[in-house]
T-cell receptor, first 113, second 113 residues
């Protein structure tokens, strides 16, 4: 079953706001990845994290690999309308899991009316 | 242009009628994978392949088959589709494994009635 819990499930953003989302698990993950999916398209990789404690940025996006290796966070600063979409975390459970990739349920980002 | 191409993009079929969703990539990638996306569950891996004639089960392989006879193609076969296989399916590829940048296809909407 699902091993990655992503929250919130959905959120509304207002242009200029900073937003955060996270992914947690009861299991230790070896690698964390963050993807964004635009409507009608496949997911696109945003950030990859390979070491516990690692903090990586990609433009206005910043993600961190939790020190316990059981969680990861994604922050979007100064949000803009094109940030709307579904954000997924994904991870490699362990080296023993080989080439399997586990995805979270997604955080749907919407614009405040 | 580098791309992953899936066909068909949309299909409505009846229970028990065998169908194949094709996937082709033009990037000479070794790794290919199939995912299904369902609301609230994120993407769940069905099968993956590290190279020609090498395939492995993902998290939800039941009811599906795959083959990798050529590097560029990785078809998903539903021998006897059932309504619980109604979903959005994504094929993906990457140079060597899931931790490289993965390129996703545009998705195939499948409805089984």
């Amino acid at each position: 079953g699902q091993q990655l819990n992503q929250s919130p499930q959905s959120m509304f953003i207002q242009e200029g706001e900073d937003v955060s989302m996270n992914c947690t698990s009861s299991s230790i993950f070896n690698t964390w990845l963050w993807y964004k999916q635009d409507p009608g398209e496949g997911p696109v990789l945003l950030i990859a994290l390979y070491k516990a404690g690692e903090l990586t940025s990609n433009g206005r996006l910043t993600a961190q690999f939790g020190i316990t290796r059981k969680d990861s966070f994604l922050n979007i600063s100064a949000s803009i309308p094109s940030d709307v979409g579904i954000y997924f975390c994904a991870g490699q459970l362990s080296k023993a899991a080989g080439n399997k990739l586990t995805f979270g349920g997604g955080t749907r980002v919407l614009v405040k009316p | 242009e580098a791309q992953v191409t899936q066909n068909p993009r949309y299909l409505i079929t009846v229970t028990g009628k065998k169908l194949t969703v094709t996937c082709s990539q033009n990037m000479n990638h070794e790794y290919m994978s199939w995912y299904r996306q369902d609301p609230g569950l994120g993407l769940r891996q069905i099968y993956y392949s590290m190279n020609v004639e090498v395939t492995d089960k993902g998290d939800v392989p039941e009811g599906y088959k795959v083959s990798r006879k050529e590097k560029r193609n990785f078809p998903l076969i539903l021998e006897s589709p059932s309504p619980n296989q109604t979903s959005l399916y994504f094929c993906a590829s990457s140079p060597r494994g899931p931790l490289n940048t993965i390129y996703f296809g545009e998705g195939s909407w499948l409805t089984v009635v």
